[in-house]
C-alpha cells in the first residue's frame, strides 16, 4: 500500500488495511497478477466521515458502513453529507449484546449510537462549515 500512499501522481481519496479509494491507472489492476489490484467497483459518489465510515455510490448500488454499528441500510448518501457539517451528527438505534460471566447469560439491549465524523486520526479542516479535505 505504501507504494500508493506515497506516490504523488495518485489522487487518495481513502485508505484502510487492505483497500484503497482513488484516480487509478489501470494498468496497475488485474485480479490475476500478484502485486497488482483488484478493482472492486466504480464509485460515482462517495463520502468518507473517518476510519471505517463511508458511504459509496457505486455502480452495483449504495454501500454504507459506520464503526461499530451493525445495521446501516437506512442510511442515505444525503446522510453522510449531512454529517460533513461541523458539529453535526445523528442517532440511530441498534442492538449491543452485553454479557455477564458472573451471571452467565448474554442480554440483548437497544441503544441509540450516535454518528459524527471523527478526527482522532487526521485534523479536520473547515470551510465554511463544511468538512474540506483536500
Known sequence: ?????????IKLYYTDTDS????LDPS???????????LEYFCEEAVFLGPKSYCLKTNKGLITKIKGLKNT???TIQDF?????????????HKKWFRSLEKGKITIKEQLYRIKQTDN???NIYYQNKNYRN
Open 73 to 75: 441500510d437506512n442510511l
Open 81 to 93: 453529507k449531512d454529517l460533513l457539517e461541523k458539529d453535526f451528527y445523528k442517532i440511530e438505534s
Open 1 to 9: 500500500m505504501t507504494q500508493f500512499k506515497n506516490n504523488q501522481k
Open 20 to 23: 484503497i479509494f482513488t484516480d
Open 28 to 38: 496497475l489492476i488485474d485480479h490475476k497478477i500478484l502485486g497488482k489490484l483488484k
Open 121 to 123: 486520526k487526521r485534523e
